[in-house]
C-alpha cells in the first residue's frame, strides 16, 4: 500500500513541476513568438493546468502527510525546510494569481519547486 501512495504522491509532484517546465519552456515561448497576440488559447491553457494542479496539491497534502506519519518522519529538519518552502511557494502561487504577468514569481515559483523536490529526495533516503 505504501508504494501506492509514494507513486501518487510522486506523479502529483511531477504534474505540477513537470507542468511548470512545460509552460515555460515550451508553450508561453510558442505563444509569445506567436503571430496575432491571441492570448486566449494561453490563458485556457494555465486555467487548466490551475485547475490540475490544485488536485494535484491535495493529492501532495494528502500522501505527504500519511507518509511522514508511516515513517516518523515529522521531527525531521529536512522535512521541516521542505514544508516551509511548500508554504513559501503555496504564498507565491496565491501573489500569482493576483498578478499573473509578474514573470519574477513564476521564476520564484519554479526555483522554489525544484527546491521542494530536492528535499524531497533528501527525506526519501
Do not use: C
Request: avoid cysteine.
Amino acid at each position: 500500500m505504501w508504494e501506492l501512495v509514494r507513486w501518487l504522491h510522486l506523479l502529483a509532484m511531477a504534474f505540477f513541476v513537470g507542468g511548470q517546465i512545460v509552460l515555460a519552456g515550451a508553450v508561453v515561448p510558442a505563444f509569445r513568438r506567436a503571430e496575432g497576440r491571441d492570448r486566449d488559447p494561453l490563458r485556457a491553457i494555465a486555467r487548466r493546468f490551475g485547475q490540475g494542479t490544485l488536485v494535484a496539491i491535495a493529492v501532495l497534502v494528502a500522501t505527504g502527510s500519511a507518509m511522514a506519519g508511516h515513517y516518523g518522519d515529522w521531527s525531521s529538519s529536512t522535512l521541516q525546510v521542505k514544508l516551509g518552502l511548500v508554504v513559501l511557494v503555496a504564498v507565491l502561487v496565491g501573489a500569482h494569481l493576483r498578478r499573473p504577468t509578474n514573470h519574477a514569481l513564476d521564476g520564484l515559483i519554479f526555483v522554489g519547486s525544484l527546491a521542494i523536490v530536492w528535499l524531497g529526495i533528501a527525506v526519501a533516503h
